[in-house]
């Protein structure tokens, strides 16, 4: 997430010097101009979609680790569960909890982690 985030803020540092270069720059001329602009551009932005696929990828499997250690832990609190359990809670209520529950690891808290802490080291990257 952090070599992703320092290709994004970097990114636009550079889009930025670009758009704002006196005529004569210097480092735009020893790049071969525009076009040698433009391509370290395009490096940068290549750059963070790899890190972000990456970064993606192991939020990704750490919440399927996790996902799997819930649901365990979970399937053997409902199969330790009292017969008396069963007898008051219809199986319809136990299943509609079960599945809400998972649903909820598995698609919103993965996303809502991952925003959270790209969006906290981008912030820190930006004030820093």
Same mark, same amino acid.
């Given at each position: 997430?952090? #070599?992703?985030?320092?290709?994004?803020?970097?990114?636009? %540092?550079? #889009?930025?010097?670009?758009? @704002?270069?006196?005529? @004569?720059?210097?480092?735009?001329?020893?790049?071969?101009?525009?076009?040698?602009? !433009?391509?370290?551009?395009?490096?940068?932005?290549?750059?963070?979609?790899?890190?972000?696929?990456? *970064?993606?990828? !192991?939020?990704?499997?750490?919440?399927?680790? %996790?996902?799997?250690?819930?649901? =365990? $832990?979970?399937?053997? *609190?409902? !199969?330790?569960?009292?017969?008396?359990?069963?007898?008051?809670?219809?199986? $319809?209520?136990?299943?509609?909890?079960?599945?809400?529950?998972? =649903?909820?690891?598995?698609?919103?808290?993965?996303?809502?982690?991952?925003?959270?802490?790209?969006?906290?080291?981008?912030?820190?990257?930006?004030?820093?």
């Amino acid at each position: 997430i952090i #070599l992703s985030t320092t290709c994004h803020v970097s990114s636009s %540092a550079w #889009l930025s010097y670009w758009a @704002d270069k006196p005529s @004569d720059d210097a480092v735009i001329t020893w790049l071969g101009g525009d076009t040698g602009a !433009l391509a370290v551009y395009s490096g940068i932005c290549l750059f963070e979609t790899v890190f972000t696929f990456f *970064s993606l990828l !192991l939020c990704y499997s750490a919440a399927w680790r %996790a996902a799997k250690a819930f649901h =365990e $832990g979970l399937i053997g *609190s409902i !199969l330790r569960a009292s017969m008396r359990f069963f007898d008051v809670t219809p199986v $319809g209520r136990v299943l509609n909890r079960f599945s809400k529950d998972m =649903e909820t690891i598995d698609k919103e808290l993965i996303i809502a982690v991952w925003s959270y802490v790209f969006e906290l080291v981008k912030t820190v990257f930006t004030v820093w």
